[in-house]
């Protein structure tokens, strides 16, 4: 179990998940990095916003990867972003290798096409 904010969140499938998401491509979602052994798992659509705990709702994101992405969905991006800044400007803004970006911009994407609170 994990509180996400104000809902508790039971995980149930995410060791499974992880395991098999590893056998299919053990390598980061965004950057490619293929340091399996430290790849975490990554909820497109949070299971405390109601997203599920199965494989269709989940990446595989090294921990530099992970970390931004929730920075960049957080309050505290808005220090550093204007409002204007898109998600390109944002990620690019950090980010040199023109796939990197794409892969991230994808995945904020996919992440935007399922929630309201994403900038």
Not at 10 to 19: C, E, G, L, P, Q
Not at 38 to 58: A, K
Not at 99 to 111: A, G, I, P, S
């Amino acid at each position: 179990m994990k509180n996400e904010g104000w809902v508790l969140v039971m995980r149930k499938n995410s060791s499974r998940i992880k395991k098999n998401r590893l056998i299919e491509d053990p390598c980061c979602f965004t950057c490619r990095m293929d340091t399996e052994f430290i790849l975490e798992l990554h909820h497109i659509i949070p299971l405390g916003y109601g997203g599920d705990d199965i494989e269709d709702n989940t990446v595989l994101l090294c921990p530099n990867c992970h970390s931004y992405l929730h920075f960049m969905l957080s309050e505290r991006s808005n220090k550093y972003f204007s409002d204007e800044d898109t998600v390109s400007d944002m990620v690019g803004e950090y980010i040199e290798r023109a796939e990197v970006k794409l892969r991230f911009n994808y995945l904020f994407d996919m992440m935007a096409g399922n929630l309201e609170y994403i900038k």
